[in-house]
Nanobody, 115 residues
Framework: QVQLVESGGGLVQAGGSLRLSCAAS????????MAWYRQVPGKQRDLVAT???????NYNDSVKGRFTISRDNPKNTVYLQMNSLRPEDTAVYYC?????????WGQGTQVTVSS
């Protein structure tokens, strides 16, 4: 069983930065696709960024040039560096590990950007 624990959320002013971390348990991390999603209450979850086991990265157009996803395989950890934050980035951010057709979700961490 995989457990994902996110950290690093909080309150920040517009234009500021935060770095989210997600630590995974188990031995499948290094061969898994990792992703960050976000969700605003009442709306669907949106994909923010993905990173493959070979570190190929993809981003939602809304965060390109501002957010950077990275991974540290020896630490079983994926990161999301968020710069130039905007009020519309306010959401609960979820870490997701994909292994084959199985998805594991973290509990989420709140990011609030004030204007």
């Amino acid at each position: 069983q995989v457990q994902l624990v996110e950290s690093g959320g909080g309150l920040v002013q517009a234009g500021g930065s935060l770095r989210l971390s997600c630590a995974a348990s188990g031995s499948i991390f290094r061969t898994s696709v990792m992703a960050w999603y976000r969700q605003v209450p009442g709306k669907q979850r949106d994909l923010v960024a993905t990173i493959t086991s070979g570190s190929t990265k993809n981003y939602n157009d809304s965060v390109k040039g501002r957010f950077t996803i990275s991974r540290d395989n020896p630490k079983n950890t994926v990161y999301l560096q968020m710069n130039s934050l905007r009020p519309e980035d306010t959401a609960v951010y979820y870490c997701v590990l994909t292994y084959g057709s199985v998805f594991y979700w973290g509990q989420g961490t709140q990011v609030t950007v004030s204007s």
